[in-house]
């Protein structure tokens, strides 16, 4: 297992990846990843500037990924985690923790000094392993994500 820069490569198996999830976790398609066009072309949305993506690798396929975002309308010095996902056989192995690192790793580099996210409520895993890693809940949004349908929200300082 590997974490690396997510690549075009990853794009189309990613894009799947991360539909499959929404769709096993029985959640709104609008209002979610699940309907952006970025979603289709990852690469493409983590070469924005000051954004970093990652592709988690088992056996050399991607199986999970994740990265930080400049998500409009956040307040000065704040990323947003985004795109954290992991198909079923990438689950229970360290993986998202793994991702998450990677992308707070960038974050700080790229000099932020909170990371924001916003989830869905059925995604009680995530949910747990972001207050492990230090992430608190937020009673409101921040930003401009077009994320309606998610409504949990946390942040870190960096």
């Not at 994740?66 to 704040?78: N, R």
């Not at 923790?97 to 790793?105: F, Y």
């Not at 608190?136 to 300082?157: F, I, V």
Request: proline share 5%; charged share 20%; net charge neutral.
């Amino acid at each position: 297992m590997s974490i690396r820069p997510l690549d075009v490569q990853d794009n189309r198996r990613l894009a799947q990846l991360i539909r499959a999830t929404i769709d096993e976790h029985q959640v709104p398609r609008t209002g979610t990843v699940y309907e952006d066009a970025d979603t289709d072309r990852l690469s493409t949305y983590f070469s924005a500037p000051r954004a970093r993506g990652f592709t988690a690798l088992r056996a050399g396929q991607p199986v999970g990924c994740c990265g930080i975002y400049p998500t409009a309308a956040l307040p000065e010095g704040y990323t947003e985690l985004v795109k954290l996902y992991l198909a079923p056989e990438g689950r229970g192995r360290g993986l998202g923790q793994a991702l998450i690192e990677a992308s707070l790793t960038a974050a700080r580099e790229q000099d932020y000094s909170h990371v924001y996210l916003e989830c869905l409520p059925r995604f009680a895993a995530a949910i747990s392993l972001y207050e492990k890693m230090g992430f608190y809940h937020l009673s409101y949004r921040l930003g401009q994500s077009g994320h309606h349908n998610c409504t949990t929200w946390m942040e870190k300082a960096l």
